[in-house]
């Protein structure tokens, strides 16, 4: 009895320790922010020529994973699988504390921050970007509701058509994120159609890993077994979702290499662009998703481990990913006289440079940080463990 | 008594989406600013390329002056007009332009820019409001011509005429503070060798429509169909 009182009691103190921790590095990103407000965005590697940096690759990563985590409660409430169902409030949690995360990182990235609410009220019809406020305050809203009919049992009839309406929503949300990039014609990285649907298969993947995450530590906190069928099932469709956006980024440069007019941007972000190409091999295509798969659908494997490190693994590729996606493509010379060679004081024709600084990967990391909080209060206070009857496959 | 209830629910939809629909469509035709092709006045410039002499700055120093740009080099610094040197990789062929914002009929930056910030003048001039812009810098993802900057840091000794906002976009304003009293942009008037004309391009009696109709101009990076406002002629 006194040792579980003592563990308990340690329990505890990690508890708040850890969140003191995830307090201090919101802290210290705050810091970051208003030294960039008072000395302005000098003090961040981004300039002219990469206009988004560092904050924009924690922000997208975290929005894209939010909506993808979405997929655990969707599988449970659309079709009706029951060991997804009992996962659906954790994924809704999960959500609403990355978007938050994401959303805090990308509005306090601004030049003005402070004007954050003026694409909502001066909203311009034509703007993806605007598009996307409605998106995002929409998601957050349902989800809570979603939540909301799953707590309480008078709205459990609710539970059906929220969960539908969450499903289709995080489409166009993820949709959405993905046209940021699909609009923006003149630029070889970006301006392809298959952007949007590529953007969603990620989220698949990047909100599954999240969630293996998350649901082991919770079921190692609470000295909780996972039934190593339900996790073995989560851990083959992760292999699918993985296996799913690889042939989305496959395709995305196989088009890519097949206009002539692309060709360069290919070869400098594949082959000879130094950093890029290496984070996407090593980075993006060996530890994001050769080692996963390996993990999971090598014979052998123990399941527990071999789930946590593949989920990792996929996690880090996705930063990799963004990184080279988002930094490199705009690294990449615009092209203003195809078939000539041109040179200026502004970079034109040149790789832009970018080295990330101190601020901006504090930014970021306080975007992780929210979420963190966000999560591990909620988990700790609310009752979002999973409750499994014993497993019968659907 | 079911017809009348039907009625009621018909016109209240009807009602309903009428008030939803209708901003939008007023944002839609403010966005794409439906009455420009009538205006009388679309201001333009055409570039002479053959009288953009090797080393010469002078346009790109008389933009600094005009506008109170530092005419820092750093990536950093803000860049309204530079010079591209441009080689024919095929046949060794070189020459120079300035470039600039293009002021686009279709601006892309226009369209992107979530708070409206980005818009076009009902004469063709396309500028930032300083005054709305959040800086998220979508607009120069969107820009084909690398013709806008982000001002990365505290601004001093600003010019009156030209408001400038630290943390916010900023490009090339045709000078239209000039140009709204009857002046030429800096930049034109500036070029030694008188290559940069300026002018109503939907005057047909303007020196540069009638140029335009006798030379042979093009658009940068035509293929994307944005109806440039600045034409270049020898490229």
Known sequence: ?394 | MKDVQRRNFLKTSVGLAAVTIAPGMLLFKVAHGESDDNSKVRWGMLIDTSGCTNGCRECIDACNKENGLSGGLAPTDSQWIRKIEIKDVSTGHEFGLPMMCQHCAEPPCVDVCPTGASFKRHDGIVLVDKHRCIGCRYCMMACPYKARSFVHEPLHNQNPDVPRGKGTVESCTMCVHRVDEGKQPACAEACPNKSILFGNLHDPNSEIAKKIRAVASTQVRADLNLNTGVRYQGI
């Open chain 1, 1 to 394: 009895m006194s040792t579980s009182f003592a563990l308990q009691h340690k329990k505890n103190r990690l508890y708040y320790a850890l969140l003191a921790g995830a307090g201090l590095v919101v802290l210290l990103a705050l810091y970051a922010v208003d030294l960039m407000e008072e000395k302005g965005h000098i003090i961040t590697g981004m300039n002219n020529q990469i206009v988004w940096g560092m904050p924009h690759v924690f922000a997208i990563f975290l929005i894209v994973a939010a909506s993808g985590v979405l997929n655990v409660a969707s599988i449970g409430s659309v079709f009706g699988k029951a060991i997804y169902k009992a996962r659906a409030p954790l994924a809704g949690l999960l959500s609403i504390a990355m978007l938050s995360g994401g959303l805090a990182v990308l509005m306090l990235d601004l030049g003005r921050p402070e004007r954050f609410m003026l694409p909502a009220l001066d909203f311009n019809i034509t703007s993806v970007f605007a598009w996307n406020t409605i998106l995002y305050s929409g998601m957050f809203g349902l989800v809570i509701a979603y939540l909301w009919s799953m707590f309480e049992k008078r709205m459990n009839v609710y539970s059906k058509p929220l969960g539908v309406a969450v499903f289709a929503w995080r489409f166009i949300l993820t949709t959405g994120t993905g046209l940021i990039f699909a609009f923006l014609t003149a630029r070889q990285a970006f301006g392809s159609a298959i952007l949007p649907p590529m953007f969603v298969v990620m989220s698949f993947a990047w909100g599954m890993a999240v969630f293996h995450i998350v649901q082991m530590v919770i079921y190692a906190w609470n000295d909780k077994e996972l039934e190593p069928e339900i996790l073995e099932r989560k851990k083959r469709l992760l292999g699918l979702f993985i296996l799913g956006s690889l042939y989305m980024v496959a395709v995305y440069h196989m088009t890519n290499l097949y206009f002539a007019h692309r060709m360069s941007f290919e070869r400098f972000i594949l082959l000879d662009g130094g950093v890029y190409p290496a984070l996407f091999w090593w980075g993006y295509v060996l530890i994001g998703n050769v080692l996963p798969l390996a993990l999971i659908f090598m014979p052998g494997m123990k399941t527990k481990k071999s789930a946590m490190m593949a989920s990792l693994a996929v996690v880090l590729g996705g930063f990799a990913f963004l990184y080279v996606f988002i930094i490199g493509g705009q690294a990449f010379p615009l092209d203003l006289f195809p078939g000539y060679e041109v040179s200026s004081t502004f970079g034109d024709g040149k790789i832009g440079s970018y080295t990330p600084s101190i601020y901006e990967i504090l930014l970021g990391f306080g975007g992780l940080a929210i979420a963190f909080i966000i999560t591990t209060v909620s988990v700790h206070v609310l009752n979002f463990m999973p409750h499994d009857k014993s497993y019968i496959a659907d």
